[in-house]
C-alpha cells in the first residue's frame, strides 16, 4: 500500500505502475474519492464541532430552537457519515489495489518472457546415456510416489518414500542451519491465519483464487462458531511479517532477520495445465524463507536484496546445481514489489532453467499494510522495509538433485554437502 498523499502528489507516476504493472486500477476514480472523503471528513467535524457548542449552550439553558437545530444536525451528520461509509468501502478497496513502483532498472513486460537475465553460475552436465526425469528415476528407485498421492490426495498428490524422504529433510535441515549460522533468528510460525495477515502481505485480494480456505473453522470456547475466517498459508512470510504487525521497533533492532521454516499451500488455480507431471508444481511442499526488516532507505534494502540473493546462490553452489539468476519483468513481479529477482536451476528432463528461488525487494508496500514502523534516532516514525527470500523450496529442488546427479546404472549421487545429514552418499535400486 502506498500513502495517500504521495499518490496524489504522483499521479502519473502511479498511473506508469500500474501500466507497466499490466493491472487495471483507475487511480483517477481512487483520487475522486479521496477528494470526497475529506471533504465528508471534514463536514462530519464541523457539524461535531456545532454540535458541541450547542449542547454546552443546552446544558445551561433549554432552548426550544436550539433543540430543533440540534435534532437537525444530527440528521445532517447521520446522512453525512452514510456517505462517508458508502466512499470509504470504494476508497479502501482501490487503495489495496495500488501497486507498489518498480525500480527504474526492472524490466517492462507483461510475464516471464520479459525477464532479463544477469548471471550464469555452473556447468551444465553431460550424460553420455539416455537420462531419466525425476519420476522415472523416482519410481526405479522406489522414492518416489505420484500414482499413489494422486488417489489419496488429488491432483498433484504425492509420497516421498524411503531414501527420498531423507534426502527432502536432508536439504531443507542443511538450508535450515545454514540460516541460523548466518544470524538469522528461528520462527516457526502458523500456516492457519487470518484474513489480515494475507491482505498484509499482499496475497489478498490479488492471489486470493490461489489461497486454500479453511471451511470447518471450529469452534470457540462458549461453544459458538467462530466468526473469523481462516487460510492456509502458501509461504511463511506471511507469518514472519504478521509477527511484527502493529508494532512501533527501535532503530538500534534494525535490521531484523528471521527465517521461516513451514508446510505451504497452493491451489494453483492460476496455472490449469502448466507443469502438470511430477514435483514441480504441487497443492503442498515444505519451505525455508527468510525475511529482512529493515530502515526506510532504498540504498539499504538494495543491499539487503543482493545479500539475500547471494545466500540462495551459495545454497546452489553448495549443492553444485547449475544455475542463472534474473531480473524480473514488471509484469512477473506481483503488485507490492519494487525489486525481485528469480533463480532458475537447471533441470535435464526439461532442458531447461525451472525457478526454484525468488528474492523481493517491497519497501514499505507491506510494512504499511501491516503497520510495521520503527522509532528512528532523531524521533522520528517511518515504516519499515521488508524483504524476502526463498532459502529453499522443496520437493521442487529435489528433481534438480535428482536428475543432475543420476548415474548411467539407474543410481543418484547424493551432493556432498548433505550427506552427513542423509548417512548414505549414493541412492541406488534395492
Not at 320 to 336: E, F, I, W
Not at 380 to 396: G, Y
Request: overall charge neutral; some cysteine; charged content about 30%.
Amino acid at each position: 500500500m502506498l500513502d495517500i498523499k504521495f499518490i496524489r502528489e504522483n499521479r502519473d507516476l502511479i498511473k506508469d505502475a500500474v501500466k507497466n504493472k499490466f493491472m487495471d486500477v483507475d487511480i483517477d476514480r481512487l483520487l475522486e474519492l479521496d477528494e470526497k472523503r475529506r471533504d465528508l471528513i471534514q463536514g462530519t467535524e464541523s457539524l461535531k464541532a456545532e454540535q458541541n457548542k450547542l449542547s454546552k449552550a443546552l446544558a445551561e439553558k433549554k432552548d426550544e430552537a436550539n433543540l430543533l437545530k440540534s435534532r437537525e444536525l444530527k440528521d445532517r451528520f447521520r446522512e453525512l457519515e452514510k456517505d462517508l461509509v458508502s466512499i470509504e468501502r470504494e476508497y479502501d478497496a482501490l487503495m489495496a489495489l495500488v501497486p507498489n513502483i518498480p525500480s527504474a532498472d526492472t524490466p517492462i513486460g507483461p510475464d516471464d518472457a520479459a525477464n532479463k537475465e544477469i548471471a550464469k553460475w555452473g556447468e551444465l552436465p553431460k550424460f553420455d546415456f539416455e537420462i531419466k526425469d525425476h519420476i522415472e528415476l523416482g519410481k526405479d528407485l522406489d522414492i518416489i510416489d505420484t500414482e499413489t498421492g494422486v488417489k489419496v490426495s488429488g491432483f498433484r498428490g504425492y509420497y516421498l518414500k524411503n531414501q527420498g524422504a531423507i534426502l527432502h529433510w536432508a536439504v531443507l535441515w542443511y538450508c535450515w542451519q545454514k540460516m541460523i549460522a548466518s544470524g538469522f533468528n528461528p520462527l516457526i510460525g502458523p500456516t492457519l491465519v487470518k484474513d489480515f495477515v494475507l491482505f498484509g502481505s499482499g496475497h489478498f485480494p490479488f492471489g486470493k483464487e490461489e489461497v486454500y480456505q479453511i471451511g470447518n473453522q471450529g469452534k470457540l470456547a462458549s461453544n459458538e462458531e467462530a466468526g473469523e475466517s481462516l487460510y492456509l498459508t502458501g509461504t511463511s512470510e506471511p507469518s514472519l511479517l504478521a509477527y511484527f504487525s502493529g508494532k512501533i521497533l527501535k532503530e538500534e533492532e534494525l535490521p531484523i532477520k528471521v527465517c521461516g521454516f513451514s508446510q505451504c499451500y497452493r491451489s494453483e488455480a492460476g496455472s490449469y495445465g502448466k507443469d502438470a507431471r511430477g514435483l514441480y508444481r504441487l497443492h503442498e511442499f515444505t519451505k525455508v524463507e527468510q525475511v529482512v526488516l529493515c530502515r526506510n532507505d532504498l540504498v539499504e534494502s538494495d543491499k539487503w536484496l543482493a545479500e539475500m540473493l547471494k545466500v540462495s546462490e551459495s545454497v546452489l553452489q553448495d549443492l553444485k546445481l547449475p544455475y542463472r539468476v534474473v531480473q524480473n519483468a514488471s509484469g512477473d513481479m506481483g503488485a507490492g514489489k519494487y525489486k525481485m529477482y528469480d533463480i532458475e536451476t537447471w533441470m535435464p528432463s526439461r532442458e531447461n532453467f525451472g525457478e526454484t528461488h525468488s528474492d523481493s525487494n517491497l519497501t514499505d508496500w507491506q510494512a504499511r499494510r501491516l503497520n510495521i514502523r520503527y522509532k528512528g534516532t532523531n524521533g522520528e516514525i517511518k515504516f519499515v522495509h521488508a524483504l524476502n527470500n526463498t532459502v529453499v523450496a522443496s520437493p521442487r529442488i529435489l528433481i534438480a538433485i535428482l536428475e543432475n546427479y543420476q548415474q548411467k546404472d539407474g543410481s543418484i549421487l547424493v551432493p556432498k554437502v548433505l550427506q552427513k545429514y542423509t548417512a548414505f552418499k549414493k541412492i541406488s535400486k534395492k
